[in-house]
């Protein structure tokens, strides 16, 4: 990761002089030091760069970040960081969120900032439960899951933040899990560099209340198995041995291994990010077994932010009003004597 | 042709009502703007139903516009109509009880057959009864007349039926002696593409015109002469319009850009639609999903640098609450615009009330004072927003600014403001080079207590705030419970000290004495026209407040010079319980009206009378 900083950061730098405050062995502090690792390598000076989150354990990740941040409220992040973008679409600007706080109280301004494109960057903490309430089921918690408010297990069907995003046309979405710190700033990078909006789920562990959710992928025994880093342009190969991979059969992908049953290499997807159809996008995400990770989709579209830009030049150029003394005196005036 | 009975008029209300799609508000604007136009000074009030076109031919789907014209200055739209002008029977249904015996209706009888009045509601002809003797009646075949005069121009029929509203409002230019530019130059503008459309309208106009001076029904024509207001050089402007210009007018007057987050809803889209026609003043306007998205959008722009501002109405504010709380606690300059309409719930979207109020004092979780203005009248809608954003810039807070239907549907005459002449605003905030070092990011100025406001992109001042309880100094996260209750007064006390740099409260009419009316916002030119009138030889004054929380320094003062105080307002008795909590030793009567209307000037000149002879 060498980009051109405008300053030659550390990761450090970026620390706050605020203790952080997440219980011990909590995944955040691993996305934490990630995104402060990735900082350095975006080449924006720190005065440029703005973390808002809403509410959640996640959320109170800003105070801890050396830039200016704000922590707002309960699901509303993607609206207030909408408006620091638009106020100075020269910002660098990091919206920080939970499953609850993103999918559920938020939901509504979170499909909307996807759908507009506004080039905010969105790290969505994703551990399938409500941490800072203590432990409810939240909307990517599992059916059956048992939880303190689905004590006999989870009755409401879940959403994967990937379908409902790519649904909602996000056109930057990628995945991965917090025990992977190289992976995470890797991706951050990739989301910071990515002009309109980046969603990136991290899946998240929460040792108190939801502890070894994704352990059926991140456990160290099954990790290289069960996830597939996708690259664009790469074939979607994975595994400890680097033997598997999918093949599109019909509407569907499909683990295969290679050398067996006289599958080679070139049969493997090579996985195109750029693509503007969603469909093998939607396939990835819903993928279970393995789950993918990496760049899922990467497609370039103009900004929201770049549009209001564009409108407010070009309507500067041709309008009849240079100044508010011009509108004020604008229409059917008269004298009074 | 000039008319050769010409009597004059001190002033005179006219009263357009027709079916939703008749374009009665367009008739009625034309006749205001031409009025306006000769000198008069006016007021109009528009009255139209919810639904955009409800079931014709009923009175559900009947449309108003009220023009109130004087050689003096006018206040209010008027009470009652001196003349009616009536396309329909439905429309003549609703609105005939507003006209006093012996005044003027115009109908068109070619929507007063039976199948008509039948739908209206009528079990026998209207236009037949005993009681409509008692009016100068003038039936004017107007339909048919419009499609006569339109015949063999190739208009569609469709298009002939709709110019009948220029028919009408040409048989009220004779009347009223007014010249025909005005409408002629607005309908070139508005159809000047469409050479048929235009050619029609202007037929149908003239054709109006000329029928009235044929017509024996009308022996004379009026006029009122200009009026004797402020010289200089005016314009028409509708309340929700002049309260867009005056936040643009704060943008360039500061030099920080406008941010306007909004979600549509009656009465209040028209301010951002005004603010986005603008955009070429770098003023950014963003339609979000919901009301909380409009103002989070507006908070985050303020955080960024922008003035942020948000309307919306009732409902919309009550979804703006958290929200609210969140700009009280970060302390950041946003201005709320809350253009009351009847309430509670979806209530009465196109009426007016101002309900609103304990709302916008109290409507929120915790100990969350605001500063509270209101505006009172369409022309103070510029001044208000002018001031509402310079208070949230300087004291580096949010501010709700109440407005109403009534005012900001209204237009009037408005003496053109030069930028020049606008007070000076000065943002409290940080500049480049300021000591970083020194920042504290809740440090107060000693006067005004705000905070000084430090932007993103100011190297050295990166700092966070949120919505969590911040220590008095640093503005980091604090749980201390006497750091807590240290702020709370904090910031109450920084609202009371506005009272420090707001006018202090303008008494009108007696200075001393009887009758104290008191009353806020949009009803202001009610209560000063019914002031003025009320006879009986009681000393009467008016304190109308547009600055409610803090109020001005003089309010107890003022309150002290009179033996009665009289709080109008309309909704169930708000003001006077603000008004009680914060100045409990006078003691207040209401008088209160929510019908969704206005006050009318007699209701009140009958209560003062009252009230006067009682004492
Ligand atoms: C308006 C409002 N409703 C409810 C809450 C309570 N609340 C705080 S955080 C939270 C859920 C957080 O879950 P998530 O977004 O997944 O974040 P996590 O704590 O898991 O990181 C809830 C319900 C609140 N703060 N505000
Ligand atoms: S409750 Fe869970 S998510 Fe919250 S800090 Fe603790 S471990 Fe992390
Ligand atoms: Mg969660």
Known sequence: MSENPVIEYKAKDFASDQEVRWCPGCGDYAILKAVQKAMPVIGVVKEDIVFVSGIGCSSRFPYYMDTYGFHSIHGRAPAIATGVKLANPDLSVWQITGDGDALAIGGNHFIHALRRNVDINILLFNNRIYGLTKGQFSPTTSLGHKTKTSPQGSIDNPFNPGELALGARAQFFARIEDINPRGMAEIFVEAAKHKGTSLVEILQNCVIFNDKVFAEWTAKEVKAENFLRVEHGKPMIFGKDQNKGLIQKGFKLEVVEIGLDGVTEDDIVVHDAHEEDITLHLMLVNLQMPMVTGVIRSVKHESFNDRMEEQIDHVRATTKYKTMDDLLSSGETWEIE | ?615
Request: net charge negative; aromatic share 8%.
């Open chain 2, 1 to 615: 042709m000039e008319n050769t009975k010409i009597k004059e008029l001190e002033k005179v209300v006219v009263k357009f009502v027709g079916d939703s799609g008749d374009g009665m508000q367009l008739t009625g604007t034309q006749f205001a703007g031409t009025s306006a136009f000769l000198g008069n000074d006016i007021a109009t009030f528009p009255d139209y139903p919810a639904e955009i076109r409800a079931p014709q031919g009923t009175v559900a789907g009947v449309s108003g516009f009220q023009v109130h014209i004087g050689k003096s200055q006018i206040h209010t739209p008027g009470d009652t109509s001196d003349v009616l002008v009536a396309m329909n029977a439905a429309a003549f249904k609703a609105h005939i009880y507003n006209v006093p015996k012996g005044n003027t209706i115009i109908v068109d009888t070619d929507s007063f057959k039976r199948k008509d009045w039948e739908k209206a509601g009528y079990s026998e002809d209207p236009l037949e009864s005993d009681d409509i003797k008692n009016y100068n009646l003038v039936k004017a075949p107007i339909t048919t007349m419009t499609k006569k005069a339109l015949e063999g121009i190739g208009l569609d029929n469709k298009s002939i039926t709709r110019s009948k509203n220029m028919f009408a409002l040409g048989i009220v230019y004779w009347l009223f002696n007014r010249p025909m530019d005005y409408t002629k130059r607005f309908l070139k503008g508005k159809f000047g593409k469409k050479e048929m459309v235009l050619e029609g309208n202007l037929k149908a106009l003239k054709a109006g015109y000329h029928f009235a001076e044929t017509i024996e029904a009308l022996p004379s024509s009026f006029t009122v002469l200009p009026s004797d207001m402020e010289k200089g050089t005016y314009k028409s402007v509708m309340g929700n319009e002049a309260t867009a210009w005056g936040f643009l007018a704060a943008a360039e007057k500061s030099g920080v850009q406008l941010f306007l987050g909004s979600y549509p809803i009656t009465p209040a889209t028209d301010i951002l639609q005004e603010v986005a026609k603008h955009r070429h003043f770098g003023a950014k306007s963003f339609q979000a999903e919901d009301e909380i998205a409009g103002i989070s959008s507006a908070i985050g722009a303020a955080f960024a640098g922008n003035l942020g501002v948000t309307t919306t109405s009732g409902p919309g504010l009550a979804l703006k609450a958290e929200a609210l709380g969140l700009a009280i606690m970060t302390e950041l300059p946003l201005v709320v615009v809350d253009v009351q309409r009847g309430g509670p719930s979806t209530g009465l979207p196109t009426k007016t009330e101002q309900s609103d109020l304990l709302q916008a004092l109290y409507g929120r979780n915790g100990e969350s004072p605001l500063i509270v203005m209101a505006t009172k009248s369409p022309g103070d809608c510029f001044d208000m927003a002018f001031m509402a954003s310079k208070i949230a810039l300087e004291h580096v807070t949010p501010v709700i600014l109440l407005s109403d239907g009534y005012v900001a549907n209204g237009s009037q005459p408005w003496k053109i403001k030069k930028m020049a002449d606008l007070p000076a605003i000065n943002p409290f905030m940080v500049q480049e080079g300021d000591n970083a070092e020194a920042y504290e990011v809740y440090q107060r100025d000693e006067n005004s207590l705000s905070r000084k406001w430090a932007i993103p992109g100011t190297a050295g001042f990166e700092h966070r705030i949120g919505g969590l309880e911040k220590d008095a100094l640093t503005g980091n996260v604090s749980y201390d419970p006497e750091n807590h209750e240290e702020m709370v007064k904090t910031r109450e006390e920084k609202v009371a000290r506005v009272a420090n740099y707001i006018p202090e409260l303008d008494l009108q009419g007696a200075q001393e004495g009887d009758l104290l009316i008191v009353g806020w916002g949009g009803t202001y030119g009610t209560l000063l026209t019914a002031g003025e009138e009320v006879k009986g030889g009681g000393k009467v004054g008016l304190a109308h407040f547009t600055y409610i929380k803090p109020l001005p320094k003089n309010t107890a003062e003022v309150f002290s010079r009179f033996k009665k105080i009289v709080v109008c307002e309309l909704n169930n008795g708000q003001f006077i319980k603000y008004l009680q909590s914060e100045l409990p030793q006078f003691s207040y009567e209401g008088y209160n009206k929510v019908q969704g209307l206005p006050f009318s000037t007699n209701e009140l000149t009958h209560k003062f009378n009252q009230i006067l002879n009682d004492l």
